[in-house]
């Protein structure tokens, strides 16, 4: 259970890594509101699911320590 835990870390991660070179791409060509804008979406929409899904893999980890 915990490795699911680790690569939905992961995955995560490089997602945000990536968009973040693509904001830094748009800052480059002088897109830096749009470049803003596409940071904090991208921001709202990785933190949502992936705090859940720790939320979720904690409690399952810590039943499962508790057992």
Known sequence: MRNVGISVLVGALAL??????????????????????????VFAVLVGPAGLIAGVVLILVGGAKSR
């Open 16 to 41: 945000a890594g990536l968009s973040f070179l693509v904001w830094l791409g748009g800052l480059v060509f002088g897109f830096t509101f749009g470049g803003l804008i596409h940071l904090l979406l």
